[in-house]
């Protein structure tokens, strides 16, 4: 007999939680869906010479190895071999690390059929093998939209106006989504003087949020950067709106810069194609994320009323397919929401309430057996209009009965007993206000329905 | 560079399978929810522990394994170890196999919070490392719902029910669904003087479908029993409708052997509460299915156009709990759609045909760069209207722009140049026909609505 319990870092998800989950994912899912975006599903199991050698040394300690099957050390000299030699030896298959790469292998490999530019959305967990603390788990979902195959910067804009979309229908009202452009944060080293260090000073600055600019500053410093270098940062290192004059100032700041220009140009056209961005939108210098990856536009989205981190993030990649032989360059962008961080914020605002529905309608409590076939009839009378209906599965006592009814949250009670079966009546009881009346059976969905 | 491959058995999802896929599960989900079943999810790693010794060794054989992280070899003596004996040392996790031991491990972990009687609906893949076939996958979805902790028929009539409302809804017309019960089967053991031999008496006639009753019978002969033995058991292993006659024929049958008496009085009771029970549902006196584990009535839905193998079962079970330390036994009941062969099913039906809705509505089509910004106005607009709306992201040849929205199968295009932006009217084709018109964008939303 083993006692029950689930791997580190992993979790259920309970009737309560999955109503509340679906709330979120459900809207994503629609607001995806109503710009064209398909649905995509990839393996949980991808081949390791897949996942390795793109999250960098660090990703692929976190990638989770599936042993071979059958006889897995047949043919392999154990002797003094160290785990990480035996590694690839007895796995050659790891769990999905991300939703990016499985969507550039899938393009890779469909190259003949995928239509460009092809718009897909991917709603699937993903497993990394980190060390399990508060809010991050070893299993955990991502929620991607990508459009591969086009530079045009409606991408960026459709993708301002989805999150704006989005945090709307989840009824979040105080968001930031800030925006940068890699070029702009090239051009700022590139007037400092400082070119060279350019991949650390990205991490550095990244870091804004948490330690402020005297932070930053001090670790620029230790990279050996000098006073003057540090204000010419310092002055692009700042949040500002995302409007015409913030471009104009961008313009003064870095006009001697050539590389620049990409990035001021891109931003203008974003900025010609959301005709009313709302000040939730932040033109952030300090802005960096993954680097290595993204080519152009990136962004982040927090929520100001909780320490959560970026609820989501994403950016414009020109090389994406490239590692899988794709001889022509995909130019694509993608944006990611983290649905775990999501949910905790929408708990820690008090956002669900009311939002999620009820898993029952309507339950017929059944008073004496024989009760049983009428309340069958009319639970299946009451699903056809839509209305989600359960028969307590026997006559236990009414009390018993409502308990259940009321930890389900279900509203109405439908009695039935052999005083209903004689009189041919029904006894419906509003479980919020206690009330209870008497109808016939053909007026019961109408009554059901009036109820709040 | 890596060549893009998947691991053998599995399957990426397009978009154009998702959609049918969809259809599937929202309908099979919808009518769970309608009988009051609740959503769990849990996570797809278990404990070995938890998963091991709960499907037969040859089950055991085929958990896929997960590899402990970091250094998994240090303290193990690799010396004269072979990977039987040095599986359990390196890998204390595994994938899910199927739904059913999560669900008992989860009652078990949450008995004090989880109110009785549970009904959950599970949609998850589940992943065994069995050899691949058409049709049979490493990595395959099941779609479960359970209903825990009530012996009352009103479980089995509720399940015969969402079986019909499930079929109704995806179009399938011509199904059985075969109701047997254990009792039954070993009443007519005891009848025939065999019940030593039940378990392989259990496995040749559940090849009845493939061998029929001359295979059978050579199988029973070669158990050891005689043609009067067989002759009992050819009388009960006969399909015959699911009605009172065929309980009273079966009553006469059985009528000496007490076992028979639980399962015909259960039988009563369900056909009791299925007062409209269709000619659909059959009493299948060879549908032994595993009998380890289930103990009371049992299911399977077959379809009868398709060779494709059942699309469901499920049973009664009493001591599923049990085995994760929980003391009360706990009786439930379950069903699980295979969705892959659901799915082929309905590819082999043709079914799908115009039941999935189009990925996109409309499909703005620039005629030149400046046409964008009205375009993407309109387009928000329209998907205030709940309309799917694209903007074609640059003013490519108008060719290329329509192969895009036939290839996506999208029905209309509005078409915006400078002949449109000067005399503020927009061209709206119907891709169906061909058919072109002019309008004002106070006309759009309502000429798009009538497009059929």
């Known amino acids: 007999m083993s006692k029950a319990s689930i791997p580190q870092g992993t979790r259920d998800f309970s009737p309560e939680v999955m109503a509340k989950r679906k709330f979120i994912l459900g809207h994503i899912e629609r607001i995806y869906q109503s710009f064209g975006f398909m649905a995509l599903e990839t393996p949980a199991m991808e081949n390791l010479s897949t996942l390795t050698g793109k999250y960098g040394n660090e990703g692929d300690q976190l990638i989770f190895k599936i042993l071979n099957n059958g006889d897995y050390l047949k ?64 299993e955990f979902w991502q929620c991607d939209a990508d459009v591969l195959g086009t530079d045009s910067m409606l991408c960026e804009s459709d993708f301002i106006q989805i999150y704006q979309m989005v945090f709307t229908a989840l009824g979040i009202e105080n968001y930031q989504i800030r925006i940068n452009h890699r070029a702009l944060l090239e051009a700022a080293c590139e007037k400092a003087n400082a070119v060279d260090h350019f991949k650390s000073i990205t991490v550095a600055i990244d870091k804004m949020d948490k330690i402020a600019w005297e932070g930053v500053e001090k670790e620029l410093q230790s990279l050996g950067l000098d006073n003057s270098q540090c204000n010419i940062l310092a002055q692009f290192l700042i949040k500002r709106p995302f409007n015409l004059s913030t471009l104009e100032t961008l313009n003064e ?66 090389e994406l397919t490239s590692v899988f032989g794709l001889k022509e360059a995909i130019s694509g962008i993608g944006i990611s929401f983290g649905i ?45 209009q839509q209305i989600k209906t359960e028969v307590y599965p026997q006559s236990s006592k009414l009390k018993k009965q409502l308990d ?3 930890a389900k949250g279900i509203k109405a009670a439908v009695l039935i007993g052999s005083n209903e079966i004689n009189t041919k009546t029904l006894s419906v009881k509003n479980l919020i206000t206690g009330e209870q009346m008497t109808c016939q059976a053909n007026d019961l969905i109408s009554i059901i329905s009036q109820m709040p």
């Not at 932040?282 to 962004?299: M, P, V």
């Open 75 to 138: 043919d392999i000299d154990v002797l003094n071999i160290d785990a990480k030699s035996l590694t690839p030896k007895i796995a050659e298959k790891g769990l999905r690390y991300d939703l990016t790469v499985p969507l550039a292998r899938f393009v890779a490999m469909n190259r003949h059929t995928v239509q460009l530019p092809f718009k897909r959305y991917q709603i699937q967990p993903v497993w990394r093998a980190d060390r399990p603390q508060k809010g991050r788990y070893r």
């Open 253 to 318: 700041l870095l006009s001697s810069q050539t590389k620049a220009t990409k990035g001021l140009s891109d931003l203008q056209q974003i900025l010609s194609f959301c005709n009313n961005t709302s000040d939730r939108v932040i033109l952030d210098g300090s802005l960096a994320r993954g680097l290595d990856y993204y080519t152009g536009c990136i962004f982040e989205v927090i929520i100001n009323d909780v320490a959560i981190g970026s609820v989501s993030g994403g950016g414009r990649y020109d």
């Open 340 to 384: 775990d961080r999501l949910y905790d914020a929408m708990e820690a605002l008090q956002l669900f309430s009311g939002k999620t529905p009820a898993f029952t309608d309507v339950l017929f409590c059944p008073m004496e057996d024989n009760a049983l076939p009428w309340c069958i009839e009319l639970a299946n009378e009451l699903r056809q």
């Open 404 to 406: 259940y009814a009321n």
